[in-house]
């Protein structure tokens, strides 16, 4: 069985950085292709970070340069590393495993003050 699970999530200024962790079991994370995805309230669920099983990495345009998904292969996690956020980085945060079809964490909220 197939679980992930995030933490990290909390109140932060805008300005600020929050590191998102997602503990994977039953899945090995340097497999699928691993993401990140967020949710606004009243928008529809978007990909904000994606690493391959080769570590090659893509996100969305809105977090460029600003957030960075690695991996810990000995610990079997997922990382978000957020900075510099803003008040439309406010969402539920989930974890993925191999992408739409998969598999999905229960969400952790961040909310970005200005």
């Known amino acids: 069985q197939v679980q992930l699970v995030e933490s990290g999530g909390g109140l932060v200024q805008a300005g600020g950085s929050l590191r998102l962790s997602c503990a994977a079991s039953?899945?090995?994370?340097?497999?699928?292709?691993m993401g990140w995805y967020r949710q606004a309230p009243g928008k529809q669920r978007e990909l904000v970070a994606r690493?391959?099983?080769?570590?090659?990495?893509n996100y969305a345009d809105s977090v460029k340069g600003r957030f960075t998904i690695s991996r810990d292969n000995a610990k079997n996690t997922v990382f978000l590393q957020m900075n510099s956020l803003k008040p439309e980085d406010t969402g539920v945060y989930y974890c993925?495993?191999?992408?739409?079809?998969?598999?999905w964490g229960q969400g952790t909220q961040v909310t970005v003050s200005s």
């Open positions: 039953g899945i090995i994370v340097s497999i699928p292709p």
């Open positions: 993925n495993a191999n992408d739409w079809q998969g598999y």
């Open positions: 690493i391959t099983r080769g570590g090659s990495t």
